[in-house]
């Protein structure tokens, strides 16, 4: 799914998101003392199908977004520009047809987290995608 990955953070790349996240998009999980805010994403399943000599792969993706401000303002401006960035995109997919990117299932908590300063609360909103996309 590297073929995903980098149509994703190309998408990002001087986008509103972006800037809000400074640049702190990862992969599956964020790097140890990673700077708040920023996104992780990864592929809560795949399942592929093969109709007809074609790959269909559906995928469920989730973003998680993380801030520590103490009021929601800034995780949900992050939503928000996820959302226009991500919502029914028609990304650019090496090697696959993109047919769909549909905004799913959104989960909204608030995490205590020990950071390099010190135990945080942190707002932590779970955004997931299907995706649809043939080979």
């Known amino acids: 799914m590297q073929a995903l990955s980098t149509a994703i953070y190309g998408k990002l790349a001087g986008s509103s998101l972006d800037t809000d996240i400074g640049g702190r998009l990862f992969k599956g999980e964020a790097p140890q ?3 708040l805010p920023y996104v ?3 592929i809560v399943s795949n399942v592929p199908e093969y109709p007809g000599g074609k790959t269909i792969e559906q995928v469920l993706l989730q973003f998680s977004l993380f801030s520590s401000a103490s009021g ?3 995780i949900e401006t992050m939503l928000t520009h ?3 960035l991500y919502d029914d995109v ?3 997919i090496t090697g696959y047809t993109s047919i769909y990117f549909i905004r799913g299932n959104l989960t909204t908590m608030r995490d205590e ?3 390099a300063d010190g135990t945080a ?3 932590h ?5 299907e995706i649809q996309m043939v080979k």
């Open 121 to 123: 609360g942190v707002w």
């Open 33 to 35: 003392g990673s700077q």
């Open 40 to 42: 992780v994403f990864f």
């Open 72 to 74: 929601s303002t800034e």
């Open 90 to 92: 028609v990304l650019t």
């Open 82 to 84: 996820l959302r226009s």
């Open 113 to 115: 987290i020990t950071t």
């Open 125 to 129: 909103y779970v955004q997931e995608y």
